[in-house]
């Protein structure tokens, strides 16, 4: 058989979004690339969080898991992660196995010699079980993907890939434990007032989490979007939501919803995607939500926010006294994180 010699010319990323196409889980998620929460059912998000919780409880009674044992997860970051980056690799730890990562990040990696982004994931693929790529480009994760599947057979490794973030696309790992937070919190994904608050345009959590929410089916739930006209929600994920037939509104003015709000979510305005800073300055504290404002928000409601925060939670003496509100759940849903991301490696590599 005369060997296949095709280059693989650099493209644009954008041109993967076509390439490749996600799978989607229905109820195995074995050997499959987490590319896009567009992947999810309703079932699969049970599966996936009752696994979670039981991973949490385990861990409460300091049970030993072992059923990552053998298995290694190397984080691909092209741009900064804190939550994210610590929260897979506590996980993988967690569940047995064990993390490698390029010993100086990604920029003294082979990537400053001019490597192509198609030979990084590569090479990350021949060290890894699971690669977990974060990415400013849209559709680089899908990229990712492509090429990891070129892979197959050519070498004993058999990665998969998870996208933890491309750019202002999609962030589906935190939709999943934004998701789980709800469950944990609200008992479910229906009948819900989901307000979410900041910067619709970039911020790529809150574009997960809505269309996570749209194909879980949520019934009775409406969807509240609330940004400066500047930051709205972009129009691919609104037609999204309308497709799935979910209730959804937008408005500039948060008093005009906090107070029917069963969840609110807050978000960061997205300073790094920016071309104009002055644009960034001014529309950087549109929504500030502070104990004042919780004054005017359901006893029962939770306030989430993917973090970091900057100013949004107003100054820190104000932040440090919103801490100290119990409907502030933040460091719960940051530590949700640890469980899904455990459940979700054990799951596609195949091990619970
Ligand atoms: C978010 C991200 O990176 O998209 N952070 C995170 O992963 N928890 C939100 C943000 O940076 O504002």
Same mark, same amino acid.
């Given at each position: 058989?005369?060997?296949?010699?095709?280059?693989?010319?650099?493209?644009?990323?954008?041109?993967?979004?076509?390439?490749?196409?996600?799978?989607?889980?229905?109820?195995?998620?074995?050997?499959?690339?987490?590319?896009?929460?567009?992947?999810?059912?309703?079932?699969?998000?049970?599966?996936?969080?009752?696994?979670?919780?039981?991973?949490?409880?385990?861990?409460?009674?300091?049970?030993?898991?072992?059923?990552?044992?053998?298995?290694?997860?190397?984080?691909?970051?092209?741009?900064?992660?804190?939550?994210?980056?610590?929260?897979?690799?506590?996980?993988?730890?967690?569940?047995?196995?064990?993390?490698?990562?390029?010993?100086?990040?990604?920029?003294?990696?082979?990537?400053?010699?001019?490597?192509?982004?198609?030979?990084?994931?590569?090479?990350?693929?021949?060290?890894?079980?699971?690669?977990?790529?974060?990415?400013?480009?849209?559709?680089?994760?899908?990229?990712? $993907?492509?090429?990891?599947?070129?892979?197959?057979?050519?070498?004993?490794?058999?990665?998969?890939?998870?996208?933890?973030?491309?750019?202002?696309?999609?962030?589906?790992?935190? $939709?999943?434990?934004?998701?789980?937070?709800?469950? +944990?919190?609200?008992?479910?994904?229906?009948?819900?007032?989901?307000?979410?608050?900041?910067?619709?345009?970039?911020?790529?959590?809150?574009?997960?989490?809505?269309?996570?929410?749209?194909?879980?089916?949520?019934?009775?739930?409406?969807?509240?979007?609330?940004?400066?006209?500047?930051?709205?929600?972009?129009? +691919?994920?609104?037609?999204?939501?309308?497709?799935?037939?979910?209730?959804?509104?937008?408005?500039?003015?948060?008093?005009?919803?906090?107070?029917?709000?069963?969840?609110?979510?807050?978000?960061?305005?997205?300073?790094?995607?920016?071309?104009?800073?002055?644009?960034?300055?001014?529309?950087?504290?549109?929504?500030?939500?502070?104990?004042?404002?919780?004054?005017?928000?359901?006893?029962?409601?939770?306030?989430?926010?993917?973090?970091?925060?900057?100013?949004?939670?107003?100054?820190?003496?104000?932040?440090?006294?919103?801490?100290?509100?119990?409907?502030?759940?933040?460091?719960?849903?940051?530590?949700?994180?640890?469980?899904?991301?455990?459940?979700?490696?054990?799951?596609?590599?195949?091990?619970?």
């Amino acid at each position: 058989m005369p060997v296949n010699m095709e280059r693989y010319e650099p493209r644009e990323f954008s041109d993967f979004l076509e390439r490749y196409i996600p799978e989607l889980i229905n109820g195995s998620f074995e050997g499959k690339h987490i590319v896009s929460v567009e992947q999810f059912r309703r079932n699969d998000l049970n599966q996936l969080f009752e696994l979670a919780f039981d991973f949490r409880e385990a861990v409460k009674n300091e049970e030993i898991i072992e059923v990552g044992k053998g298995k290694t997860m190397a984080a691909l970051f092209y741009e900064p992660s804190t939550r994210t980056d610590m929260s897979f690799q506590s996980a993988m730890v967690t569940i047995g196995g064990d993390v490698n990562a390029a010993s100086n990040g990604v920029d003294f990696s082979s990537v400053s010699k001019g490597e192509t982004f198609a030979d990084t994931v590569r090479a990350f693929g021949c060290y890894a079980d699971v690669v977990v790529l974060r990415h400013p480009t849209v559709g680089s994760s899908y990229e990712a $993907a492509y090429y990891l599947d070129r892979l197959n057979g050519t070498i004993i490794n058999n990665p998969v890939l998870i996208n933890g973030g491309d750019g202002p696309g999609e962030h589906p790992t935190q $939709a999943l434990l934004d998701a789980m937070t709800i469950v +944990d919190f609200k008992g479910g994904f229906d009948g819900l007032n989901i307000t979410m608050v900041g910067d619709l345009k970039y911020g790529r959590t809150v574009k997960s989490l809505s269309k996570l929410f749209a194909l879980c089916e949520a019934q009775d739930t409406r969807i509240q979007l609330v940004s400066p006209k500047a930051l709205r929600m972009t129009e +691919d994920v609104l037609s999204f939501l309308s497709d799935h037939n979910i209730d959804f509104s937008e408005t500039e003015d948060l008093e005009e919803v906090i107070g029917e709000s069963d969840v609110i979510y807050l978000t960061r305005v997205q300073k790094e995607r920016f071309d104009d800073q002055d644009e960034y300055e001014r529309l950087k504290d549109s929504y500030i939500i502070t104990p004042s404002v919780m004054e005017r928000a359901k006893e029962e409601a939770i306030l989430m926010h993917p973090l970091p925060r900057v100013s949004e939670m107003g100054s820190a003496a104000e932040q440090d006294l919103l801490d100290k509100d119990p409907r502030l759940v933040i460091f719960q849903q940051m530590e949700n994180g640890r469980w899904v991301r455990m459940a979700l490696m054990a799951k596609v590599l195949g091990v619970a």
